[in-house]
């Protein structure tokens, strides 16, 4: 038999238990609500710094979209934005929230400086450099030292200007000098920056204008790259004087001086600047306008000296390098190195540089057939050096460029080379037109009484590392260095737009 417990419910039971759902139910919801609240209050903040985040990003996170940068041509409406080879320059930008925004016209790129969350800007493109627009345009005394020369902005907004080198001033324009940059703020119309920058060392401008590519180990091919190498330079005594920095390829490399064009060969060890002579950066560089021998005979060893002691009776090596006869090249050279450089620039003349005429052995017998040492470095082992061993082989003020410079710049012998500097005027063309040129590097001695010294080719067999009779007429390029301490006051290095220099 089951047995059944009776239970009586009442109303006032029912009630209270309604009550108790109500009061549960009551801090159910207020918990979710407070769950809610700290929910969104967390967004909020995620959001606010998202958005604060995304206002210190550049603007060129933007750009993808299409929505936010749109373009016009000289005002008229374009679909895609116009690239920078066709001639362009941004001209104004126009932002529909007032963001401030600056366009690279050099590095062709849009860059931050204020961003009103994600606004969309109208960027006007021209041709037209006259039209009136919201451009800033630089200037500067020092070449190839500035990040941009032309910027673009909104109305009132603001251009920054970098530059590599400590600013001195600015002129001009708006602009206001902090540290290695100037700001224009409020541009309002076309203006144009004047920012003078501390003189820097000609040297100093070389190796700001081409950092160093190291240190070159192969030297049995025509090297064509453009560049600036390094390699030990040596003082008169043989021993290390520091680095030399030396150019290959056809690099921006020319100088004003002396009231003609110059090459840059190297920066010597000592900091001094070694030229080469470019005349009016045309077919003339060479003095003159004539063709000189070397040497007027060829019968005799001591006839490849730079300055050298002849004796018919023997053939010495010792006595050859006796230095008391001019060979005919070094009268040519000091008759116009006093008219035209010792007169009024003997001043900017590092007196001290070292012109090599090395007249040591490679290889045979001196009194026979032989090599000279230049020959065996670059024909047969292809090592060049600025080493001159020999202090009878060391001549100061003037000289001519050696055939191991030759070797250092991209020149191979027996091979043309016809993208080097040292063979191209400022056209593209021979700085010597058909002639070729004479280097101060004794190359062979043949029996019978042949001297050679190495020559470097023109048009015909363009920048070929050759070998001549010293009694054969060549035209001559004269090579003198600049003091460490002479300066940079204009020019890019440019053959139009040459280094402009003072000291």
């Known amino acids: ?97 007032g963001s401030d925004v ?49 910027y673009a902005t909104t109305e009132n907004g603001t251009v920054i200007i970098y530059s590599t080198s400590t600013i001195e001033s600015v002129s001009g324009c708006n602009g206001i000098v902090e540290g290695n940059k100037v700001i224009v703020r409020n541009v309002t119309e076309n203006q144009t920056c004047n920012i003078t920058f501390n003189k820097i060392t000609l040297a ?42 030396y150019f290959t390829g056809n690099p921006n490399n020319w ?48 006839y490849v000296g730079w300055k050298y002691t002849y004796n018919a009776n023997s053939i010495s090596v010792s006595t050859d390098r006796g230095n008391g006869t001019k060979s005919n090249a070094y009268s040519k050279v000091e008759s116009w190195y006093n008219s035209n450089i010792a007169s009024s620039y003997s001043n900017y003349i590092d007196g001290n540089a070292i012109y090599c005429n090395d007249r040591n052995i490679g290889s045979g017998s001196y009194s026979t057939s032989f090599n000279y040492a230049a020959y065996t470095r670059l024909y047969t082992n292809k090592t060049p050096t600025y080493e001159c061993s020999n202090a009878a082989d060391i001549f100061n003020n003037f000289g001519l ?22 063979y191209l005027n400022a056209i593209g063309r021979s700085s010597t037109g058909g002639n070729w040129w004479w280097t101060m590097s004794p190359s062979y001695f043949v029996s019978g009484g042949y001297a050679f010294v190495f020559a470097v080719d023109g048009s015909s067999i363009p920048g070929r590392l050759n070998a001549n009779r010293v009694d054969i007429n060549g035209v001559v390029r004269p090579v003198i260095s600049l003091k460490s301490s002479v300066l940079v006051t204009g020019g890019s290095g440019t053959g139009s737009d040459p280094y402009t220099l003072t000291i």
């Open 401 to 422: 460029m050696t055939a191991d410079e030759v070797s250092y710049a991209g020149g191979l012998y027996g091979n043309d080379n016809e993208s080097a500097y040292y």
């Open 102 to 150: 600056m366009w690279d016209n050099d590095n062709w790129e849009v860059e931050l400086t204020d961003v009103k969350g994600k606004d969309r800007c109208m960027v006007d493109f021209t041709k037209d450099e006259s039209r009136d627009g919201y451009r800033v345009t630089v200037t500067s005394n020092i070449p190839n030292v500035l990040e941009s020369t032309s």
């Open 255 to 302: 100088v004003s001086f002396a009231g003609k064009k110059w090459r840059i060969i190297r920066i010597n060890g000592n900091g001094s600047v070694r030229l080469l002579y470019a005349g009016s950066g045309g077919e003339d560089g060479y003095i003159d306008g004539t063709t000189y021998k070397y040497n007027t005979s060829y019968r005799h060893p001591s």
């Open 1 to 97: 038999m089951s047995i059944r417990k009776n239970v009586k419910i009442t109303n006032k039971t029912i009630l209270n238990g309604v009550k108790r759902g109500e009061i549960k139910m009551e801090k159910d919801i207020k918990k979710v609500i407070t769950i809610l609240i700290i929910g969104v209050i967390i967004i909020l903040l995620l959001t606010f710094h998202f958005l604060d985040n995304k206002k210190e990003e550049s603007i060129k996170d933007y750009i993808d979209n299409e929505s936010i940068l749109a373009y016009t041509i000289d005002g008229e409406v374009a679909k895609e934005k116009p690239t920078k080879e066709l001639g362009y320059i941004v001209n104004k930008i126009v932002c529909d929230n």
């Open 204 to 245: 100093d401008t070389i190796k700001e204008a081409y950092p160093s590519n190291g240190e070159r180990t192969d030297f049995s091919s025509v090297y064509e790259t453009t560049a600036l190498h390094t390699a030990t330079d040596y003082n008169a005594s043989g021993s290390f004087s520091g680095t030399s920095y």
